[in-house]
């Protein structure tokens, strides 16, 4: 529900766009994310690549840039020998075109997703059949080489096509193995693998319940937690925003080494470390709920981060740590989080208080008006000594105070006992540090008095799960127009319940109605 | 010259596969093009110039048109002054505060007789603005290349960006579409995610491409086009073969699947992009004689291009690397443009509000003074650095600010050096367009731009001009500050202080857009650029704000 921040009380909203039930209106050829892409050509190959680095910008479509890049790592990735062996299903004889047909099978069920149609399977056999022109040998090999060379720039590959067409009742049922291919990028963020795309085949993905049977085992096997650990990192950097325009809140942290001796160049990339390893802990380790993830004391930490928390331990590796759920409860406390929110001599209340409202509740803040950064922060004076008095007398006056000091800055106190690197603080500056305030939650002025009770606060808030649900359908569908605040309800329910699991979130969202579905109407 | 590429081509490409192509390009050369092609290049970089010391020193020249020559004198080393104690007038600000050794065109010397200073535009677009995303910052970087109007929700401009529509008209043909070479020096923003101040280029309206910005990425492009080994027979043969499936697999979902308007223009693209051949990109890079695997090597080492070819958008973004990816681009931009690939190369540093820390680039190696190597551009444009210091003016930063400035000023120079090398600057225009004229106040006027390049002596160059209606700007060069203060439309009680070297706009900064488009046109057999445009954008955007000039920049006329 972006941007919708002013809903009733805790009731139910007043219900636009959509009825439950209706699944978003999206494209019948999306093309795989850059993401998608590199794991589904690992996934073929059987081996690590990252082809989509050579992809160029990511943008919508299909670009010049883009198609050569695809082209060029076909043929990169189509060389590599090892890959050939490793993925080969036979031993060829004779001229080697039962064995190259077996290749065509196997491997092209695999990236298609699908079995091979006569037809379809045909044009790959004819490059292979070509080899002696196309290749400077025209070995067996060489053939493999071209026919995986084809595959992976097939449309049939690069496309999570849907085809099904037969509307019942006011959806149109995906098959099988198109529901296969959504459950797999949604809970994997890559291709099915034997089982699923089997279970998709046999009509066991034909009801919620079977679907739901497959999204047990893709999240918790030896084999598929793994992948699903992966899908929820991703999903997770776009939730808190570490990809896109929002990002620069957590690159390229700089710190007055004088002020923070714990600070180090690169500490960056260890903070966003921290709080993805965090997430990571909590859902899969714990079987946390969305509670869980802003109030668990629990902390994945190296050797320096442990001196910023102020812990002893002297592993340099990450390891799990227990930390006091009063001081330092869930996310909105890791110290990757408010030291990276933070500017080069402080922290900052207001980064902190504009992620809440913008990542944790989609609120859409507008952006300071003009000559607001030039507004100077006062020194520090007997009257004002806190980074909290003086920020809240930078913003006093209009046009500031009307956001500052009624939304931004309230959401920011909180954290205040937290420095410009993440250290905890129970003095600035000689005075004592205030971390109450008020937030406006579910349409009501909620006050808390420190991070702890902030954090139970978001926790519970109808506001808070509704964005979780719409990010992450945003994410699954790539498109941030998304609101299933009204045509998955339940969904967002889920995540308010006080022993929900954000796993089990996930398996609820790919076996419910809006994902199991077409909507009747194409992407205009 | 209708005859065109592929035509040409069709002619000969079949007969010319398998054959080594250097040494094809000169019998053929004069047959593709009339005349030599014309380049457009832009140089966008954040946060507005310290105005109050970009410029060289020129006099005015007297009658209407406000200009004044540039010579070697303009670009005259200029000392550190800390000691004087003369002010500006009416004021207790002392001159010193704005004279240092660096400024920004101090070392553009060398090209004094092939510039256009441009100075005292106005933003097509006018006004304050608070969106919902980008706020000024947005509307002005979006509107820089587009001249148009800005659109609610992300703030993206509503209309196509200049590069686009150039590159529309004078760019080879591939696939269906004729788009210019973006390139981008710093971590990427995914335009589902990006506000207005993200982008500067737009294909169109509300539709920005945020540019290539893994140089590997953009030189593998440009290998696919370059000679280099002998191409094998079979290799061609392969491609049109796996081509061929590709378009057969396409036409499938054509035929069978009902598609609407999106999966419609996907496909579309696609398909256009399978069937242009391959020997369309081979021939581009014969149109000249020094674009060889030799020229490449020794302009751009492979090594120091494919030290990115593992970097993510998070690497690409480490100030560490900000000024080896500066580079890296505009090398690989110098060669694209030589080698044919494009005709329009537009390279964006950061984004708007955006900038590196310059403590990597050695900003703060001067002993004398005060130095911020840890706040970024950004800050330091609002001259209060990333803490906000009070009462908003960190001590030097001005100097800063002129050293920021400087070190952009040498990244531009050394695309012109280039550029020149390649025999190309005079038959192209290099546009170094800021954010802002100045960042520190937001401001839509005193927009400032560099053009380096006649076109082919479609520009008069050699001097910078004033737009403004008082333009003498040598008796208020260098001694001005606390200039005019301007009120917020939207809201009246905020009155901003428009401060240092502040001049009324008075053209709309569309006219330079418009310029340059025609510019770099085909001529005809009179020296007349084909269908000119009266002026950019060629259509108006729903936003009363926008106010676009007809007619081009005439003082800057050949």
Excluded at chain 1, 34 to 55: E, K
Excluded at chain 2, 159 to 180: E, K, L, M, Q, W
């Amino acid at each position: 529900m972006t941007g919708g921040g002013d809903m009733g009380g805790g009731g139910a909203p007043a219900c636009t766009p959509g009825t439950k039930g209706t699944p978003p209106v999206t494209p019948r050829l999306p093309r795989l994310t850059f993401s998608q892409y590199d794991n589904t050509a690992s996934a073929l190959v059987g081996a690590r690549v990252s082809p989509s680095l050579a992809l160029g910008p990511a943008v919508n479509g299909m670009t010049n840039v883009m198609w050569t890049g695809f082209r060029t790592q076909a043929a990169t990735i189509a060389q590599d020998a090892a890959a050939l062996m490793r993925i080969l299903p036979c031993q060829p004889s004779g001229d080697g075109s039962a064995c190259a047909q077996q290749f065509v099978t196997t491997i092209g069920r695999q990236a298609f997703r699908r079995a091979l149609t006569s037809a379809e399977s045909a044009r790959y056999m004819d490059l292979y059949n070509s080899r002696q022109e196309l290749t400077p040998n025209g070995t067996f090999e060489e053939g493999i080489q071209l026919i995986l060379e084809a595959l992976l720039q097939s449309p049939n590959f690069l496309v999570r096509v849907e085809r099904s067409a037969t509307t019942q009742g006011n959806v149109i049922p995906l098959s099988g193995v198109e529901r296969a291919s959504r459950l797999s990028f949604a809970l994997w963020n890559g291709p099915p693998d034997e089982a699923l795309l089997s279970a998709g085949e046999s009509g066991k993905l034909d009801t919620a319940d079977g679907v739901r049977q497959q999204a047990e085992r893709m999240l918790t096997s030896t084999d598929g937690g793994p992948k699903a650990r992966s899908l929820l990192r991703t999903a997770s950097q776009d939730y808190l925003g570490m990809v896109g325009s929002y990002s620069q809140f957590w690159v390229n942290t700089e710190r007055d080494p004088n002020l923070f001796p714990d600070f180090y160049q690169g500490i960056d990339a260890d903070f966003r470390e921290e709080v993805l390893r965090f997430v990571d802990h909590v859902v899969f380790d714990k079987g946390g709920g969305y509670r869980d993830l802003l109030t668990s004391p629990e902390a994945v930490v190296n050797g320096k981060l442990a001196k910023i928390y102020g812990l002893t331990q002297a592993a340099a590796d990450w390891t799990t740590v227990s930390l006091d759920p009063n001081q330092r409860p869930g996310l909105l406390t890791r110290v990757g989080f408010v030291g990276t929110h933070g500017r080069f001599s402080r922290g900052s209340l207001i980064y902190r208080g504009a992620f809440v409202l913008k990542r944790l509740l989609c609120l859409e803040l507008g952006s300071p008006p003009a000559g607001a950064a030039n507004t100077p922060l006062p020194d520090a004076s007997a009257m004002l000594k806190t980074d909290r008095q003086r920020i809240d007398a930078m913003t006093a006056n209009e046009p500031c105070a009307s956001c500052h000091h009624a939304r931004i800055n309230p959401a920011g106190y909180a954290m205040e006992e937290f420095d410009g690197i993440g250290k905890f603080r129970s003095m600035d500056n000689g005075a004592a540090v205030d971390t109450t305030g008020v937030i406006r939650l579910d349409g009501m002025m909620q006050s808390y008095t420190g991070a702890a009770d902030y954090a139970q606060l978001l926790a519970g808030a109808n506001q808070s799960h509704v964005c979780y649900a719409d990010r992450f359908a945003q994410f699954t569908f790539s498109d941030p127009s998304i609101d299933i605040s009204c045509t998955a309800p339940d969904l967002v329910d889920g995540l308010g319940q006080s022993n929900s699991t954000i796993t089990g979130f996930l398996a609820d969202f790919v076996a419910n109605d809006i994902f199991l579905n077409r909507s009747t109407m194409e992407a205009p | 010259m209708k005859l065109g590429r592929r035509r040409f081509l069709k002619g000969i490409g079949g007969a010319m596969l398998g054959l080594p192509i250097v040494g094809l390009g000169s019998p053929a050369r004069g047959q593709m093009m009339p005349s030599a092609p014309k380049r457009a290049v832009f140089f966008w970089t954040p946060n507005g110039f310290n105005v109050s010391t970009f410029y060289p020193r020129t006099r005015y020249a007297g009658g209407a048109s406000a200009f004044g020559p540039l010579t070697a004198d303009s670009f005259a080393p200029r000392a550190l002054d800390t000691t004087s104690s003369d002010v500006f007038a009416g004021s207790s600000v002392p001159k010193s505060l704005f004279r240092h050794p660096e400024w920004g065109l101090r070392n553009l010397g060398s090209f004094a007789s092939r510039l256009s200073i441009l100075r005292g535009f106005r933003n097509s677009r006018n006004g304050f603005v608070n969106l919902a995303d980008g706020g000024d910052h947005g509307m002005e970087t979006a509107n820089r290349l587009t001249a148009s109007g800005i659109g609610t929700g992300q703030g993206f401009a509503l209309g196509r960006s200049v590069d686009y529509a150039i590159a529309d008209r004078i760019n080879p043909n591939i696939g269906g579409t004729r788009v210019p070479l973006v390139i981008h020096v710093g971590s990427n923003s995914d335009p589902a995610h990006g506000n207005g101040g993200s982008f500067i280029s737009y294909s169109a309206p509300e539709t920005p491409d945020p540019g290539i910005n893994n140089p590997w990425v953009a030189f593998q492009q440009l290998m696919n086009i370059m000679p280099g080994s002998p191409a094998q027979s079979y290799v061609a043969l392969r491609k049109k073969r796996i081509a061929d499936l590709v378009k057969a697999e396409l036409t499938d979902f054509k035929n069978s699947i009902t598609l609407g308007p999106r999966d419609t223009s996907f496909l579309n693209q696609w398909l256009g992009l399978v069937e242009a051949t391959e020997d369309t990109m081979q021939q581009m890079g014969i149109m000249n004689s020094m674009c060889t695997a030799a020229t490449r090597d020794s302009t751009l080492p492979t090594a120091s291009v494919q030290a990115f070819q593992t970097s993510d958008n998070n690497a690409l973004g480490d100030d560490h690397n900000f000024a080896k990816l500066a580079d890296v681009n505009l090398k690989i931009a110098a060669l694209s443009l030589m080698c044919g690939y494009t005709n329009v190369a537009t390279i964006q540093f950061s984004q708007a509000a955006g900038g590196p820390t310059f403590g990597p680039m050695g900003l703060g190696s001067d002993p004398v003074g005060s130095w911020y190597p840890g706040d970024r551009h950004h800050e330091l444009s609002h001259r209060n650095g990333s803490d906000g210091a009070s009462p908003g003016f960190l001590t030097d930063v001005e100097r800063n600010m002129s050293w920021v400035d400087n070190w952009y000023g040498d990244r531009y120079r050394d695309l012109l050096q280039l550029l020149d090398s390649f025999g190309l600057l005079d038959d192209s225009l290099v546009v170094w367009f800021p954010e802002f004229g100045d960042g520190r106040g937001h401001h839509f006027i005193e927009i400032t731009t560099v053009i380096a390049g006649s076109a082919g002596g479609y520009l008069k160059t050699g001097s910078m001009v004033d737009c403004s209606a008082d333009g003498q700007w040598d008796g208020r060069l260098d001694n001005e500050t606390n200039g005019p203060k301007i009120t917020d439309n939207s809201n009246p009680t905020n009155v901003y202080d428009l401060d240092i070297g502040w001049i009324p706009g008075c053209s709309s900064h569309n006219k330079i857009l418009t310029t340059i488009f025609n510019a770099v046109l085909p001529r005809d057999t009179s020296g007349q650029p084909i269908n000119p445009l009266p002026r950019f954008p060629e259509t108006d955007s729903a936003d009363a704000d926008n106010h676009p000039e007809a007619g081009e920049v005439s003082q800057i006329r050949a």
